[in-house]
């Protein structure tokens, strides 16, 4: 049996799962992304979280065949760094990522876009193993996109994929990338975030942020969300149904582009 590690660094966590040679999990782990210090600190909380995975597994670290980690920000995998992962502590600039991994634990590590690897496994083993066409549409704090077109991945230039920044209404709201009416300004977790709090302020009542509170967070995560929406919450529900209808409208535009066999939504909020 050869045994190989997985890490999904995000934002909010980090996870990491051993897998035996059919995908079957053997052991995981996850504990919160380092909120301060920098890519090292990250790098060593990622470090711990791949350890306590295979004690899990029962197996030393050592002895994976491999560790494949999904990361934000520029990734590149020759060189082994990630580069600009702006939601992540002191990371504007570039660290070697791999390196450190790879002495930490003793494997050696590949480094791929959080996006692109979630699309690759959807279409290598998940919901899109039997298609030769993909769009995967990754709905978290902001909304991703990767492509799968005649059985290859579509990079365009490096770029592609960037579902969250197509405008579905033009003039509409402000998006973090300067622009106006993207579908992230609507369905992002942090867009519907703001969003929620102006109008909480502006005294539309809401247990979001009660609930937020009461589990001792600092924002509102998919889970408070879901809790909300399980209250009926009127806030809650209305910015969901924004943010559904968002989504619907960019990925039904994809959709009349590219005519995929098959659409995944994933992510956080997915
Ligand atoms: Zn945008």
Not at 39 to 47: H, I, K, L, S, W
Request: aromatic residues 4%; charged residues 25%; hydrophobic residues 40%.
């Amino acid at each position: 049996m050869s045994a190989r590690g997985g890490i999904d660094l995000g934002g909010t966590k980090i996870q990491a799962v051993v897998v035996d040679d059919k995908h079957e999990v053997l052991g995981d782990s996850r504990r919160p992304t380092p909120h301060e210090g920098g890519p090292q600190d990250v790098a060593d909380a990622m470090a711990e979280t791949v350890r306590d995975a295979a004690k899990a597994a029962g197996l030393e670290p050592g002895a994976l065949a491999g560790i494949g980690v999904g990361s934000p920000g520029a990734v590149d995998d020759g060189a082994g760094t990630v580069t600009s992962a702006r939601n992540l502590p002191g990371w504007e600039g570039s660290f070697d990522l791999a390196t450190s991994l790879s002495s930490a634990l003793g494997p050696i590590v590949r480094l791929g876009n959080d996006v692109q690897v979630a699309t690759d496994a959807e279409f290598a083993l998940g919901a899109a193993k039997d298609s030769s066409s993909l769009l995967g549409v990754f709905w978290g704090t902001g909304v991703g996109g990767g492509l799968v077109l005649d059985g290859e991945p579509w990079l365009g230039r490096g770029a592609a994929g960037e579902i969250g920044h197509m405008v579905v209404r033009r003039g509409g709201a402000h998006c973090t990338c300067g622009r106006r009416g993207c579908m992230e300004a609507y369905a992002g977790r942090a867009a519907m975030e703001i969003t929620a709090r102006h109008k909480h302020e502006d005294g539309a009542k809401t247990d979001l942020f009660k609930i937020m509170e009461k589990r001792g967070r600092d924002r509102l995560t998919s889970g408070i969300w879901a809790r909300a929406l399980k209250r009926e919450d009127k806030l809650a529900t209305s910015l969901i149904e924004r943010a559904v209808r968002a989504l619907g409208a960019g990925v039904a535009s994809a959709v009349n582009l590219l005519d995929v066999e098959t659409v995944v939504i994933g992510g956080g909020m997915g």
